[in-house]
């Protein structure tokens, strides 16, 4: 069917000007310069065909004077003394012009809006190179952000780029208020889809250093949210390798929740992309710290980049053997050796020796300050022996206040550490049919030990003393609800609940409480409560995220440490190395003793100091080697050792 010359010439238009702005802003150009031509025509023809309606005798003052009449219908008054028929046309000339006029300036105000919109939406292109890439928002984004500016302190410029669905106001309000100072870093916050393959070269992802892909939900929230989230981090990492041409070459880490996303990434084959699971990390960091008082806070320093890190370092080791390193280095303690075809290997057998270029697992207070010599700097004294005292491993009766899918976690890894008969009771107020399957699945799964639900309100002062918290070796503390609920409501319920145990508890009465913190901000307020360890969830999950994409190797350490199998650190009691105090030592003759039980010592825990966190709770990691250290029965040594024994 043949198209009218009419509907061809309307779709033409309508194809130019669907184009964008600049069409229309040339469309509209070009009409003003037309009517304005055909306008001064008509003009100039009426004059030439009646010469009385001359009345100025200048051609030029004509085409002048119905170009400002079209601009500006004021100028019509410069026709007072014309003809009637130029009269006529006057008007035309103003009405026509402060129509058209109209059109481009409300086009004009139109398209700045827009660009100022833009503006504050960060929609334009980011140019900065070797940035870290942040794709998403949640709650842990302010403490990820506070990670990467320490571990750029030490450059001269650096940058983060985040790209999320979040108001881009909003973003920038948040970090404002929280990170007032962030030092060499710059924060860049854009607004867009980025699972979107023109949104993340917007942000020049070729050119960054990393990227970190975070959840869009929290871990209480419903399966639906999570598996939501994991499919968008998914097309995420799919659309960042279609950037790179289909081989990707930047470090990615993405928290993933459900094992079947985890699987799905895993069939990339590409170490660089790595996806982790947050509470399954949590649930091996609260078994651990159920077996070793003080860990939470040596896992803190070692995963910050404030303090003491793990760095994966290379030189010329001149073949010496791996356990006299440390006295050849004034900062470090060589913790195990890395290598391509071996993988990563923690405390390695006694006889290694190391070769030129080896790779060594080092804790240093900087990799600046490691400094391999030929010369040995420090000389233990070998003749200072330990006592090798044991301790005994016992069943323990473990009391779990809340729930939370961290606990199945802690229950699975706790059944790796402790003897058959060993008690979970789970307190709970009013739990779901949800929450009783559960336990119903975990207890029938592990039928070796006793896990029991008890349906009553930690909460509440009389019901909390009937469960009788004495009688347990550990308490650990989460959530009050199966349901979504933000940091600050679920940390309100902890706080209450640890007020509530130090009105019951006796304060030696030598029970362990552990207790889930999700808001960084809250650590000062918990510490009040002489709570013998608390880990804040959120804070060391971001200081993983933030370590893996500046170093992906310490995927195979977190592997390692946070494993029943292999080597994990401990606190272990002064007794179990010496029987007489005080004892005078260096720390050289620390990790001289840890050795002579297969350990490697990492730094002390001075008892008196536990509860002062001026102090960080007693704790200080890789102190000097020659630095003079009296220990006291009831201080311990920070070690990597096989097992809590």
């Known amino acids: 069917m043949k198209n009218s010359f009419r509907e061809r010439l309307n779709y033409k238009a309508e194809r130019f000007l669907s184009k964008g702005g600049a069409s229309i802003f040339k469309s509209l150009l070009i009409l003003f310069i037309v009517v304005f031509v055909v306008l001064t025509g008509i003009r100039l023809l009426l004059i030439n065909l009646f010469p009385s309606l001359d009345y100025t005798g200048n051609v030029f003052r004509d085409i002048w004077v119905t170009f400002l009449e079209m601009t500006d ?15 006529i046309l006057t008007v035309l000339s103003g009405l026509t012009g402060v129509i058209l006029l109209s059109m481009l300036i409300g086009f004009i105000t139109t398209a ?3 660009m100022l919109y833009d503006f504050r939406k960060g929609r334009g292109k980011v140019i900065e190179n070797n940035h870290t890439i942040i794709l998403g928002w ?15 302190e030490s450059e001269d410029k650096a940058s983060v780029v985040i790209l999320s669905r979040e108001d881009k106001e909003v973003m920038d309000n948040l970090i404002t208020k929280r990170l007032p100072d962030t ?11 980025y699972a979107n393959i023109n949104e993340l070269k917007r942000v020049n992802l070729e050119s960054a250093r990393s990227i970190i892909i975070l959840a869009n939900c929290s871990e209480s929230a419903t399966m639906s949210k999570k598996v939501a989230s ?34 799905i990434i895993s069939f990339f084959e590409d170490d660089n992309i790595i996806a982790i699971d947050s509470w399954d990390i949590m649930g091996k960091l609260l078994i651990q710290t159920s077996l070793t008082s003080g860990l939470d806070t040596v896992y803190k320093e070692i995963l910050s980049f404030d303090g003491c890190e793990i760095y994966f370092y290379e030189d010329d080791w001149n073949n010496t053997n791996f356990y006299e390193l440390s006295y050849h280095m004034e900062d470090g303690i060589p913790l195990g050796i890395y290598s391509e075809e071996n993988g990563l290997i923690l405390r390695p057998p006694t006889d290694t020796v190391l070769k030129n270029g080896g790779t060594v697992v080092i804790l240093a207070e900087d990799d600046s ?22 301790l ?14 961290v606990a199945e976690v802690f229950i699975e890894e706790a059944t790796d550490y402790l003897l058959e008969g060993s008690d979970f009771d789970i307190m709970f107020d009013a739990p779901t049919e949800e929450l009783k399957g559960i336990i119903e699945g975990v207890t029938a799964e592990y039928g070796d030990f006793n896990i029991k639900l008890h349906d009553s309100n930690p909460l509440d002062l009389e019901k909390l003393q009937a469960i009788n918290p004495e009688s ?33 508890l006796n304060e030696d009465n030598g029970l362990q409480i552990i207790t889930q913190v999700l808001n960084s901000e809250n650590q000062e307020i918990i510490t009040q409560t002489n709570v013998d360890d608390f880990i804040i969830s959120n804070k060391l999950i971001t200081m993983i995220l933030a370590q893996l994409s500046e170093e992906t190797l310490m995927k195979s350490f977190y592997d390692d440490i946070f494993s029943e199998d292999g080597s994990e650190i401990y606190v272990k009691p002064a007794t179990l190395y010496f029987d007489t105090f005080p004892q005078t030592i260096t720390f050289a003759d620390a990790i001289f003793c840890a050795h002579q039980r297969d350990e490697i010592c990492l730094g002390i825990r001075k008892g008196d100091l536990s509860k002062s966190l001026d102090a960080n709770f007693g704790i200080k990691l890789n102190p000097d080697k020659d630095m003079a250290i009296e220990l006291e029965e009831n201080d311990f040594l920070i070690v990597l050792s096989e097992d809590e024994l």
């Open 73 to 87: 219908p004021g100028n019509m008054n410069q026709d007072n003394e014309a003809p009637t028929y130029l009269k």
């Open 112 to 114: 700045l809006d827009t």
């Open 392 to 405: 005994e491993q016992k069943k323990k009766r473990i009391l779990i206040l809340g729930w939370h899918k």
């Open 230 to 263: 994991d499919v968008q981090s998914v097309k995420s990492i799919l659309a960042i390798t279609a950037c790179q041409d289909g081989k990707n070459e930047l470090p990615i880490i993405a928290e993933i929740f459900t094992k079947e996303k985890r699987d």
């Open 138 to 152: 949640n709650e842990r984004v302010v403490d990820v952000i506070r990670e990467l500016i320490l571990a750029n």
């Open 369 to 390: 300050t490691i400094a391999f010599d030929n010369k040995q700097y420090f000389f233990p004294d070998t003749s200072k022996k330990i006592i090798d005292k044991r």
């Open 472 to 504: 347990y070796d550990t308490v650990v503390i989460l959530s009050q609800s199966m349901e979504e609920q933000s940091a600050d409501k679920i940390d309100s319920d902890t706080l209450i609940i640890l007020l509530l145990l130090r009105k019951l």
């Open 183 to 193: 030092l060499t870093t710059e924060v860049i916050t854009t607004q867009g889809d």
